[in-house]
């Protein structure tokens, strides 16, 4: 016998919304990988079919002009995923593959500007001869003529572009020649800017310094040796400021080290699971990127744990070995996942916490 759901007073649609409601309100289970935010899964489309290139840089100028590093196929890591040109995950897996003359093919793409959709915009390929890896790409944010800086690791080199790419402004350090002194790295990291123009370097692989240099790449002053004590390093691979303090971090020895600006050392915050990046943001807080764990994580200026989320792997959400993080002024977060060959982009969740989001990158007052 058909039910009249009517003599109940509940009408059949009334009854259907009843029905489905507590399943959509009371989710069951589940570890919330990507915390405040919801991952765009498939974003990054390189255009580029067999994509196997690690990303290791990213710099969001802003939602539709993403900066992204990689490094060229000699690089590529065994057994990871191979994107499709439109951003799918291949079946098969990446393999190594050495070619001494790859750079001469004219297809190598180090940097790349991509839009709001994750698709390539831009290929600054005109510079191939001169970076060997964009490990860290940064837009000087004191700067109205928004120049692009490049620390191009293997090269040993600071590298300084004018905003649309044509022109390269100045270069800091020899080409190919390693060093440890007022004029040469080995195996630069990143760096930091200052509203004067100055700026420090995570220098970085392999010299464990700090190098600080005034806005025209002159030589001011370096900290740092080799070690596990105060102010030594093993692998300096970040470097970030506020107003009073320098935040270094100290990647192998699982910490970050705080100094003032003349490098005076004081303190250290330890168990940070191999930092790549780490920054301050506008409120007041230390953000961090820990590869060890795949972990994402937020501490306030006494170094006190906020917010944490992340977890290894190569799904979408998650990531295996981030090697550079951005905000943009929209708070889409972005995650260069370098052994996953790809840029993550992540939107904040409806009503997520501001103070679990990842802050915008703190910038002085001039």
Same mark, same amino acid.
């Given at each position: 016998?058909?039910?009249?759901? $009517?003599?109940?007073?509940? @009408? ?5 919304? +009843? ?19 919801? !991952? ?16 290791? @840089?990213? /710099? *969001? ?11 060229? &196929? ?21 393999? #190594?593959?050495?070619?001494? /003359? ?10 790349? %500007? ?5 698709? !390539?915009?831009? /290929?600054?390929?005109?510079?191939? $001869? ?61 760096? *930091? ?16 310094? #700090? ?13 740092? @040796? ?12 970040? %470097?970030? !400021? ?30 940070? *699971? &191999?930092?790549?990046? !780490? ?6 807080? #230390?953000?961090?990127?820990?590869? =060890?764990?795949? &972990? ?38 972005? #995650?260069?996942? +370098?052994? /996953? ?5 992540? %939107?904040?969740? =409806?009503?997520?916490?501001? *103070? ?9 007052? =001039?």
């Amino acid at each position: 016998m058909k039910k009249n759901y $009517s003599s109940y007073g509940i @009408s059949l649609a009334a009854l259907c919304i +009843a029905v489905a409601a507590p399943a959509a309100a009371q989710e069951k289970g589940g570890l919330d990988l990507t915390g405040p935010y919801d !991952v765009v899964a498939g974003w990054f489309k390189p255009g580029i079919e067999g994509w196997n290139q690690r990303v290791v @840089s990213v /710099n *969001a100028e802003d939602p539709n002009r993403v900066f992204i590093g990689a490094v060229d &196929r000699n690089d590529t890591r065994e057994g990871h995923p191979l994107l499709s040109a439109d951003g799918k995950v291949m079946k098969e897996k990446t393999r #190594v593959v050495r070619d001494n /003359n790859f750079f001469d093919k004219g297809d190598v793409n180090n940097i790349m %500007v991509l839009n709001a959709n994750g698709e !390539v915009i831009e /290929n600054w390929s005109q510079w191939n $001869s001169e970076i060997s890896i964009a490990h860290h790409i940064i837009i000087d944010p004191y700067d109205p003529a928004r120049a692009v800086w490049v620390v191009d690791r293997f090269n040993h080199r600071i590298l300084k572009f004018s905003n649309d790419g044509k022109q390269l402004l100045l270069k800091i350090g020899e080409k190919g020649v390693p060093g440890n002194d007022e004029s040469h790295f080995h195996d630069p990291a990143s760096l *930091a800017f200052l509203p004067d123009g100055s700026f420090y370097v995570a220098d970085g692989y392999t010299n464990s310094r #700090v190098v600080k240099f005034d806005r025209n790449g002159k030589y001011l002053m370096s900290w740092g @040796s080799k070690g596990s004590g105060p102010g030594q390093f093993s692998l300096v691979h970040s %470097v970030a !400021v506020d107003a009073d303090r320098v935040y270094v971090a100290d990647r192998n020895n699982d910490r970050i080290q705080i100094f003032d600006h003349n490098g005076k050392f004081l303190d250290q915050w330890l168990g940070t *699971a &191999r930092v790549t990046r !780490v920054i301050t943001t506008d409120d007041k807080r #230390v953000c961090v990127s820990a590869t =060890k764990y795949g &972990r994402y994580a937020c501490y306030d200026l006494n170094g006190k744990l906020v917010s944490q989320w992340g977890t290894l792997g190569d799904e979408p959400g998650v990531s295996d070995n981030a090697h550079q993080i951005d905000v943009d002024n929209e708070g889409n977060f972005y #995650v260069a996942d +370098a052994n /996953n060959n790809r840029v993550q982009k992540f %939107v904040p969740k =409806k009503n997520a916490s501001k *103070a679990q989001l990842i802050g915008r990158e703190f910038v002085l007052k =001039k």
